[in-house]
């Protein structure tokens, strides 16, 4: 039974830093790709960050020098360090895993972040 569970959500004011957490079971974590995404009401999913099993990393534009994503293979458990938030990050945060070369992804059930003062 393959789960991926996000933790760290929650409110915090703008400006503000939070780390989120994705706790993989059931997956050999160290051989898959995995990455973060989120989706705010009326908007599509959308790509936040991924970090590949090789270590290669790429963010979506719009948070690049505030997110950064790591991963710890012994805990098998990919984060999201956010910092500087801002009201429009305000969406539910998604942990996926992507065997590499297999279509097939697997996905959390979210973890809600609200960015407001």
């Known amino acids: 039974q393959v789960q991926l569970v996000e933790s760290g959500g929650g409110l915090v004011q703008p400006g503000g830093p939070l780390r989120l957490s994705c706790a993989a079971f059931g997956i050999a974590f160290s051989i898959y790709d995995m990455g973060w995404y989120r989706q705010a009401v009326g908007r599509q999913r959308e790509l936040v960050a991924t970090i590949r099993s090789g270590g290669r990393i790429a963010y979506v534009d719009s948070v690049k020098g505030r997110f950064t994503i790591y991963r710890d293979n012994a805990k098998n458990t990919v984060y999201l360090q956010m910092n500087n938030l801002k009201p429009n990050n305000t969406a539910v945060y998604y942990c996926?895993?992507?065997?590499?070369?297999?279509?097939?992804?697997?996905w959390g059930k979210g973890t809600l972040v609200t960015v407001s003062s």
């Open positions: 996926k895993a992507r065997r590499p070369s297999v279509s097939l992804d697997y």
